[in-house]
């Protein structure tokens, strides 16, 4: 073989250049390496050892040997002897015969004999990823010259690696960022559909289908205490496996949910080892099954249990997983605790209104509906605070993450994801807010009705489509609270009732003092109210304005549609 002139290693070390270029599946443009490199120098043999995490080679890419001679040597090199000096020195290194090196460990059984070597670094940026090796020069000795070049070649090849191994960290990182968003999402949505049902039963049903769909579980299931009866009670069962899930009680005490409520702590048992579920009763139920437990805590006292069993891909529950499902634990808790104040402040106002009930029976109804009431509006704040603090603020923090990724990505198609992501994102930050104000308005706080109010039609207005057109009067920001929020609680749910029932185009609001006189009306021209419409909205209405010493009627203009009119009497006039 004639000698390579100067011109034709360049143009090898051109051509290995432009392999990276092209991007080739990095096996091929390390190979074509390691080729150019055994052309250039003429050696007889040429490898390239990629060392992976744990510092040992993990791929070698060899050229000169048969592949008879390949498959007899067997195993990669472990890196030992000279290949193990060139991996912590890290440096060039040219050798006459490796077997003279008092470094060298020897070869192999059934290994080619070989005796000229020149190793070099495949290093970048401060990281070896690597090694170049050759043997056998043709004329028993490599040069400085070949070492320049061979250099040059290991230089390319780091590389290509860095390229592979970027784009792989890119291509993870863009993938748990999408993945991460998309569960935002989802429980944006979860949360809102748990905060707006008022059955605590269909609220945990709720929470646990949530829970199905998110996690992909074939069960999930909820299980309660009975104190006095001291067992635990599968009150909800939901997901694939759920019509075959045994959900007769079990002792509170030596049960496997019964021990996680007791204990508050979650855990995970894969009951596919038939060891992991120790002695608990339940554990027949059990066995068998990958299982993830949360308690539901409510204040400082677990509730309920939230435990989900069987990934439908069939692996092991991962702690994503596990804190995925102590996110929707929460969202339990939140529906408990609703459900008991709620329970707990009407069944102590009912009891009030009985015992006073040979006293004036107005005032004690109106002391009934004023303790309902009120914890409604403080369990709403409540709420608000909580959706804005935890879920608002964490979604919003997706989104900056999700910028700041799509920015750095150099792929399009990986960045027009991202981009999808991004939106879906946005959106749920919308329906956040929407959410929050709907719970409790801050302007109501913060400015008064008018504000307000004319935020409420601004709302409506962009999410029905409907024209509205609100015309206030003076004065209204200094109404007393209590008379401003159930003016304002009385409005929404008569927009609310246009919304949904009315079928109308055009809606006008107006709220005015008039001599010591304060009138609201909601007015649509839709189909007007059927005769004897009354539901639990406008018997809420009614209750608010009894509240406050007004009154609301329900009145068909003579032009069609519907009309809400509250009044109330606010000063001597
Ligand atoms: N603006 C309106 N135009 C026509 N019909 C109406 C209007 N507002 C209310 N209704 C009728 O009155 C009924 C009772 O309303 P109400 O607000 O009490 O209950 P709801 O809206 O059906 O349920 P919710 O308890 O969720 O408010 C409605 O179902 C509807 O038939
Ligand atoms: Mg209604």
């Known amino acids: 073989m004639a000698a390579p002139t100067e011109q034709d290693k360049l143009a090898e070390v051109v051509e290995a250049g432009t392999a990276i270029a092209r991007g080739l599946d990095l096996d091929d443009t390390l190979r074509a390496v390691v080729e150019a490199a055994t052309r250039v120098t003429r050696a007889a043999y040429g490898a390239l050892g990629v060392l992976g995490p744990d510092h040992r080679i993990s791929r070698f890419i060899t050229t000169g040997l048969s592949n008879e001679q390949r498959e007899l040597l067997g195993e990669l090199p472990t890196g030992r002897g000279i290949l193990g000096v060139l991996i912590d020195e890290a440096r060039p290194l040219r050798l006459l015969d490796l077997s003279d090196d008092p470094r060298s460990s020897g070869f192999p059984p059934n290994h080619p004999p070989m005796h000229s070597f020149?190793?070099?670094?495949?290093?970048?940026?401060?990281?070896?990823?690597?090694?170049?090796y050759l043997t056998e020069a043709p004329d028993g000795a490599f040069t400085e010259e070949d070492e320049r070049i061979v250099g040059l070649l290991a230089g390319m090849a780091a590389v290509a690696i860095e390229n592979a191994r970027l784009y792989q960290d890119a291509t993870q990182q863009a993938e748990q960022a999408r993945r991460a968003a998309e569960a935002r999402v989802a429980l944006t949505g979860a949360a809102a559909a748990v905060l707006h049902e008022h059955d605590l039963m269909e609220a945990l049903r709720l929470v646990a289908r949530e829970a199905v769909r998110l996690l992909r579980v074939r069960l999930v299931a909820v299980a309660v205490p009975d104190e006095?009866?001291?067992?635990?009670?599968?009150?909800?069962?939901?997901?694939?496996?759920?019509?075959?899930?045994?959900?007769?009680?079990?002792?509170?005490?030596?049960?496997?949910?019964?021990?996680?409520?007791?204990?508050?702590?979650?855990?995970?048992?894969?009951?596919?080892?038939?060891?992991?579920?120790?002695?608990?009763?339940?554990?027949?139920?059990?066995?068998?099954?990958?299982?993830?437990?949360?308690?539901?805590?409510?204040?400082?006292?677990?509730?309920?249990?939230?435990?989900?069993?069987?990934?439908?891909?069939?692996?092991?529950?991962t702690v994503d997983d596990q804190e995925l499902l102590g996110v929707l634990a929460t969202f339990a808790a939140i529906a408990?605790?609703?459900?008991?104040?709620?329970?707990?402040?009407?069944?102590?106002?009912?009891?009030?209104?009985?015992?006073?009930?040979?006293?004036?029976?107005?005032?004690?109804?109106?002391?009934?509906?004023?303790?309902?009431?009120?914890?409604?509006?403080?369990?709403?704040?409540?709420?608000?605070?909580?959706?804005?603090?935890?879920?608002?603020?964490?979604?919003?923090?997706?989104?900056?993450?999700?910028?700041?990724?799509?920015?750095?990505?150099?792929?399009?198609?990986?960045?027009?994801?991202?981009?999808?992501?991004?939106?879906?994102?946005?959106?749920?930050?919308?329906?956040?807010?929407?959410?929050?104000?709907?719970?409790?308005?801050k302007v109501l706080d913060d400015f008064g009705l008018g504000p307000a109010l004319e935020r409420l039609c601004s709302t409506v207005a962009r999410r029905s489509g409907l024209v509205l057109r609100p015309e206030l009067g003076d004065g209204l920001d200094e109404l007393a609270p209590e008379v401003a929020t159930?003016?304002?609680?009385?409005?929404?749910?008569?927009?609310?009732?246009?919304?949904?029932?009315?079928?109308?185009?055009?809606?006008?609001?107006?709220?005015?003092?008039?001599?010591?006189?304060?009138?609201?009306?909601?007015?649509?021209?839709?189909?007007?109210?059927?005769?004897?419409?009354?539901?639990?909205?406008?018997?809420?209405?009614?209750?608010?304005?009894?509240?406050?010493?007004?009154?609301?009627?329900?009145?068909?203009?003579?032009?069609?549609?519907?009309?809400v009119r509250f009044e109330m009497q606010i000063g001597a006039g």
């Open 336 to 441: 408990v605790h609703t459900s008991r104040s709620l329970a707990r402040e009407r069944a102590r106002a009912e009891a009030l209104a009985r015992l006073r009930q040979t006293q004036t029976d107005a005032e004690a109804r109106r002391e009934t509906l004023a303790r309902v009431i009120e914890t409604q509006e403080r369990e709403r704040r409540r709420l608000a605070q909580d959706l804005h603090d935890r879920t608002a603020g964490g979604l919003t923090s997706v989104l900056f993450a999700l910028r700041r990724l799509e920015r750095e990505l150099g792929d399009d198609d990986q960045r027009a994801q991202l981009s999808e992501a991004r939106e879906g994102v946005s959106a749920a930050i919308e329906d956040v807010r929407d959410l929050i104000a709907d719970l409790r308005p």
């Open 228 to 317: 006095f009866a001291g067992v635990v009670r599968y009150d909800v069962a939901e997901g694939p496996a759920a019509e075959t899930f045994d959900t007769s009680s079990v002792p509170l005490g030596d049960s496997f949910a019964g021990s996680v409520l007791l204990a508050g702590v979650s855990i995970h048992v894969d009951g596919r080892d038939a060891s992991a579920l120790g002695n608990f009763v339940s554990a027949k139920r059990l066995a068998g099954h990958d299982v993830i437990a949360e308690p539901v805590v409510v204040g400082e006292e677990p509730a309920a249990v939230l435990l989900a069993a069987d990934r439908e891909d069939g692996e092991q529950f």
């Open 486 to 563: 159930a003016v304002y609680r009385i409005v929404q749910e008569a927009l609310s009732n246009v919304v949904r029932h009315a079928e109308a185009g055009n809606v006008g609001v107006t709220a005015a003092i008039l001599g010591g006189q304060l009138v609201v009306t909601v007015e649509d021209d839709g189909r007007g109210f059927a005769p004897g419409s009354m539901g639990h909205g406008i018997e809420g209405m009614l209750d608010r304005a009894r509240m406050v010493a007004g009154r609301v009627d329900l009145e068909s203009p003579a032009g069609g549609g519907a009309r």
């Open 118 to 132: 020149l190793g070099m670094p495949v290093a970048g940026r401060g990281t070896v990823y690597g090694n170049l």
